[in-house]
């Protein structure tokens, strides 16, 4: 695997000569390319050495330009790795300017990008860097920790960057996507968001699903090569790339479009918040207030996975449940009243599940389960797919066997 390795100034760039040496054990060819804030951290003779390449570093070096042009490096790249990641970095990145060699690559690259955040926690944790970060991950930018524990400065909290063997095998992974993706030649079906009951021309009942959950598991079956049709409600989220979406509104719109897509699909992910109810009757004209109190008649919408499930020859079929409560015990009642092969529960409350970049969740199928402590959406999303993949296989009676790789955001 060709992997371009940005190295830029932080502390934790001391640990890059170890890194290089790792993803060169697992067959990787490291060409380093460093910031100059990089440099006085670590010195580019030691990453030579190591790395067996030149190090680049300055755009306009005519000599190591027409040996390997910034575009042909960005060509060349199976993977771009940054590691340690500053937030500088990741906030240039965002903003798509280009004023050094790496971020020129970044800019000009078609390969994955990822990156190892390292920072102090009060700057992993300012609103910009959180921003930047969602950003980066909206666009499919593999986010590779950060660890939590004990920092250069001296405090303790979320900014490290996680360890080199850990950066090494979740590259790897991102690279055997290539051509040879878990779920490729699959066709997933996913939903997400809220769905909107219209009450009347200006009204609706809705819910606080932010879509985020559902979106990430489309990104993260993409990066598995899966074909992915996501069904989306009305949500703040760009599209993701790669993937086929149609935009619904009303619960009733995502049953007849998800009825529509599911034909010959291999797996169904219901990942929306749809609503069980909506009013029996759509009033034409904006309802006036006239009396003190008022109400509105509401009647059962069609539960879209419970028809999917019921297919005679339907997909692999997972479900997900929200709930504030007994979260194990109505998601494993779940799992059976809907005929399902999958669940994933979570908590949803006040602070956590809905709207929040984070998760953690319970994974229930008919004789195992798996838990996955609280981790960032995206991060949860690459291993509950896995898990899908895997179980999935299982019910086919495949042999494959996907590895399972958690990068763990806690050291
Ligand atoms: O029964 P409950 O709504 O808690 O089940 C949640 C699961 O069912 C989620 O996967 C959700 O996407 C799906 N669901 C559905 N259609 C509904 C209600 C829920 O597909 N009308």
């Known amino acids: 695997m060709n992997i371009v390795l940005g190295i830029t100034g932080g502390i934790a760039a001391y640990k890059a000569p170890d890194l290089v040496r790792r993803l060169r054990e697992r067959g990787g060819d490291v060409q380093i390319v460093m910031t100059t804030s990089a440099e006085e951290f670590v010195t580019g003779t030691a990453l030579q050495a190591v790395s ?15 040996a390997m042009s910034h575009i042909e490096l960005a060509r060349w790249a199976d993977v771009v790795l940054i590691a340690p990641a500053t937030a500088e970095v990741m906030a240039r990145i965002v903003s798509g300017g280009a004023p050094d060699l790496l971020t020129t690559i970044c800019l000009a690259t078609e390969a994955p990008i990822a990156v190892a955040p390292a920072m102090n926690h009060v700057m992993w944790n300012n609103p910009a860097t959180q921003a930047n970060r969602r950003v980066l991950e909206e666009r499919g930018v593999h986010i590779l920790g950060p660890g939590v524990g004990s920092q250069a400065c001296g405090e303790t909290g979320a900014g490290r960057m996680i360890e080199p063997d850990a950066i090494a095998t979740a590259v790897f992974d991102l690279g055997t996507s290539k051509g040879e993706g ?20 200006v009204r609706y009942i809705s819910n606080r699903s932010s879509g985020k959950m559902g979106y990430a598991m489309a990104r993260a ?7 992915v049709v996501l069904i989306s409600g009305p949500v703040n989220l760009p599209e993701p790339a790669g993937v086929e979406v149609h935009s619904v509104l009303s619960a009733q719109d995502m049953y007849e479009a998800t009825h529509d897509a599911i034909e010959d699909a291999d797996i169904f992910i219901s990942a929306a918040a749809v609503a069980d109810y909506r009013p029996a009757d759509v009033k034409a004209q904006k309802i006036k207030k006239n009396d003190e ?6 009647v059962r919408c069609p539960d879209i996975l419970a028809s999917v499930a019921a297919l005679d020859t339907g997909p692999f079929t997972v479900g997900f449940a929200a709930e504030t409560e007994k979260v194990d015990d109505y998601a494993r009642s779940k799992l ?13 409350g006040d602070d956590c599940g809905f709207d929040t970049d984070d998760n953690s969740v319970n994974v229930f199928w008919t004789d195992g389960e798996r838990r996955f402590p609280t ?37």
């Open 52 to 66: 067996g390449r030149p190090i680049r570093s300055n755009l306009w070096d005519k000599e190591a330009e027409a």
């Open 182 to 201: 878990l779920l490729a030649g699959k066709k997933v079906v996913i939903t997400a968001g809220p769905t909107r009951e219209p009450i009347d021309p």
């Open 293 to 298: 109190s008022m109400s509105i008649e509401l």
């Open 221 to 227: 079956a993409i990066a598995q090569e899966a074909d």
């Open 336 to 348: 059976e009243k809907k005929k399902l092969d999958m669940i994933i529960a979570n908590r949803v």
């Open 375 to 411: 981790a960032r959406k995206s991060e949860l999303a690459r291993n509950l797919i896995e898990l899908v993949a895997q179980r999935f296989y299982a019910a086919r009676g495949t042999d494959t066997q996907p590895r399972l790789t958690v990068v763990s955001n806690i050291e």
